[in-house]
């Protein structure tokens, strides 16, 4: 904090420090990836799901609506969420990261439980100049959008809202 600047500047966007949730890495092979991490750093066990419709829907790419299908694993690392993901079907900005970056770290998360407040945070970033990338719907209960702040955050963000307590998931490893 610069000497002139008053504690209030750093309540952020909604008013309160938001929580890192999870971390996230986009990959060309989920399973290769995840064998790694588990041999290599005692990660696991991983909750791992097909994401595609109807499961996964309303899904936009800049503003358009597109389908793609993804794999996505899921593990904690004490309190902190680490998920892979590989996409498969269809444009997502996923691919598009694999193609220009190749593999590697992709989005830091800070998700919410409150619908409301979501929706408010995307406006809030809106205003910004930080657009929704990408978004949609898994199940009913889990919005998830990403925002353009690599200009003003270095990261793509992600936020939304819902619990992934109903989520289910299509086989854990190991």
């Not at 719907?137 to 809202?161: Q, W």
Request: aromatic share 8%; with cysteine; net charge negative.
């Amino acid at each position: 904090m610069e000497a002139n600047q008053s504690p209030e500047a750093l309540t952020g966007l909604l008013g309160r420090q938001l929580q890192i949730s999870q971390i996230a890495v986009v990959c060309n092979d989920l399973q290769k990836t995840m064998e790694q991490y588990t041999t290599l750093l005692g990660w696991g066990p991983w909750n791992v799901y097909r994401h595609e419709p109807p499961r996964l829907h309303d899904t936009e790419l800049n503003g358009k609506p597109t389908q793609y299908t993804m794999l996505g694993a899921e593990t904690h690392v004490g309190e902190m969420g680490f998920e892979l993901l590989q996409p498969l079907e269809g444009p997502s900005i996923y691919r598009e990261w694999l193609e220009q970056r190749g593999e590697g770290l992709h989005h830091v998360a800070v998700m919410l439980h409150d619908f409301d407040e979501s929706t408010r945070l995307k406006e809030r970033f809106a205003e910004v100049g930080a657009s929704v990338l990408m978004g949609g719907r898994i199940g009913e209960t889990i919005e998830f959008y990403y925002l353009d702040t690599e200009p003003s955050l270095k990261i793509i963000l992600e936020s939304g809202s819902g619990h992934a307590i109903d989520l289910v998931p299509d086989y854990v490893y190991p």
